[in-house]
């Protein structure tokens, strides 16, 4: 079968006419596989919804529990026939209950990656490589200039500022879903044992990756009055990017700036949204994971999504790999 009559782009998204269902849609359909929760991919109003069980469970907590008529789950590695064609989950090293999935009918198969990394991640289940005629791939950081230090190295220099200046708050911009408890859990790797105070957006997803069995720590609410009287001084508080401009960040005493973000490679970005400390741990490949993933797969063809595709379409041309980019429009990704 040809890829292209298995799956194609849609203004909805990612189309398999055989199975009859979209992919990571961006308007309600009637069946929806969805790779991961953040908000570009898991979108509410869709009638049947295949997802992993850790995917549902934060779209539910998210989107509330009427985000679609009916869902259904899937385990990594699970096969699945759905309208005559095999589809399978596996793990996308992106956030909790990230995806990989894979699209299979007369031999012909296709891996949506949708958004993966391949460095360590101690909240999500680590990226494994599908064997595949066609390999999807995302493409935010794809440009030779992206390359995401060690995320411990990054995390050793939030700790060293508290130390430096014991008598500064210091406030970390994180997206809700994946990077905040990524952070949470690379703190405690660095053996910070502190409480962490973190802003009301995050409360139940961190909950819920506590549930999942990923340890965070003691967590508290930065809401916390004894602490506000002081200012959170030499403390730790983690909030959504956003929360920052808010009203909600004048109790900080001296705060000191901190976002945790794959553009804060970018030092003007940095510099744009005020930044004392940019820390670059990314939820995303950067160009060498990008380009040595597929190496590794070796697909006969790469289709480039969201992001930079020109780029990559052009290494995989030098390297004797046939690729296009998508096009597709919608995907602005929450989780950088
Ligand atoms: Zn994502």
Not at 28 to 35: G, H, Q
Not at 107 to 128: E, L, M, N, Q
Not at 223 to 231: I, K, L, N, R, S
Not at 248 to 270: C, E, N, T, V
Request: glycine fraction near 8%; proline fraction near 8%; hydrophobic fraction near 40%.
């Amino acid at each position: 079968m040809k890829p292209e009559a298995l799956l194609h782009p849609t203004p909805e998204g990612l189309y398999c006419p055989s199975g009859d269902f979209h992919v990571d849609p961006v308007r309600p359909v009637s069946r929806a596989l969805i790779t991961h929760g953040h908000s570009d991919h898991a979108r509410p109003g869709h009638e049947k919804v295949l997802a992993t069980r850790q995917t549902l469970d934060i779209m539910r907590i998210r989107l509330g529990p009427d985000f679609c008529h009916s869902e259904q789950a899937i385990a990594f590695g699970q096969s699945l026939d759905v309208n005559g064609v095999t589809v399978s989950f596996h793990p996308a090293g992106h956030v909790l209950g990230s995806a990989q999935i894979a699209i299979e009918k007369e031999g012909t198969r296709i891996v949506v990656s949708g958004d993966y990394k391949r460095s360590s991640d101690p909240t999500c289940a680590p990226f494994v490589p599908v064997a595949c005629d066609v390999f999807i791939t995302e493409a935010t950081f794809a440009l030779p200039v992206f390359h995401h230090p060690d995320p411990m190295r990054e995390i050793g220099r939030l700790i060293t500022s508290l130390s430096q200046f014991p008598d500064r708050s210091h406030l970390v911009g994180a997206y809700a879903l994946g990077k905040a408890q990524r952070v949470i859990s690379l703190i405690r790797r660095a053996g910070y044992d502190e409480p962490v105070y973190i802003h009301g957006a995050l409360a139940r997803l961190s909950e819920y990756y506590t549930s999942e069995g990923i340890p965070l720590g003691e967590i508290r609410p930065a809401t916390d009055d004894a602490m506000a009287a002081d200012g959170f001084r030499g403390k730790v508080v983690i909030g959504p990017p956003s929360a920052f401009n808010d009203r909600w960040a004048r109790r900080f005493h001296d705060p000191l700036s901190i976002f945790a973000s794959g553009w804060m490679m970018i030092r003007q970005r940095a510099k744009q949204r005020g930044v004392e400390l940019p820390l670059v741990i990314s939820d995303h490949c950067d160009w060498p994971e990008l380009t040595a993933t597929i190496r590794e797969i070796a697909p006969e063809q790469v289709w480039v999504t969201h992001g930079r595709e020109e780029a990559l379409v052009r290494w995989c041309e030098l390297n004797g790999i046939a690729a296009r980019p998508l096009h597709l429009v919608g995907y602005e990704d929450e989780g950088d």
